[in-house]
């Protein structure tokens, strides 16, 4: 079983700037598609950005790029999302979800809906003020 755990939320100003990070408890993590969605209040969870197995291709929505980086360090069993320049309307609770390589061997592919994603974090606070 995986567990992933988010940090890094909080409270911030339009403008500002967070890093989520989603530490993963997973020997074999390089081998994981990892994504970030999130879910604002009274609206469906919406996909975020996704990184490869290596990190070499990651994949955001246009609304975000340009804002919002994903990264991750494999020799921490980490993924990260720097957040900048916020805005009140990107409030929600951030989710880090990842995909098993059990279901395919496919290190350079990234994926953007949540059933393809097998285990996810329990989410953290994010709230942009305006």
């Known amino acids: 079983q995986v567990q992933l755990v988010e940090s890094g939320g909080g409270l911030v100003q339009a403008g500002g700037s967070l890093r989520l990070s989603c530490a993963a408890s997973?020997?074999?993590?390089?081998?994981?598609?990892m994504g970030w969605f999130r879910q604002a209040p009274g609206k469906e969870r919406e996909f975020v950005a996704a990184?490869?197995?290596?990190?070499?291709?990651?994949y955001s929505t246009d609304s975000m790029k340009g804002r919002f980086t994903i990264s991750r360090d494999n020799a921490k069993n980490t993924m990260y999302l720097q957040m900048n320049s916020l805005k009140p309307e990107d409030t929600a609770v951030y989710y880090c979800?990842?995909?098993?390589?059990?279901?395919?061997?496919?290190?350079?592919?990234?994926?953007?809906?949540?059933?393809?994603?097998?285990?996810w974090g329990q989410g953290t606070q994010v709230t942009v003020s305006s």
């Open positions: 997973v020997r074999t993590f390089s081998s994981y598609t």
């Open positions: 979800a990842a995909r098993s390589p059990s279901r395919d061997y496919k290190p350079y592919v990234y994926y953007t809906e949540g059933p393809e994603y097998d285990y």
């Open positions: 990184i490869t197995w290596s990190g070499s291709s990651t």
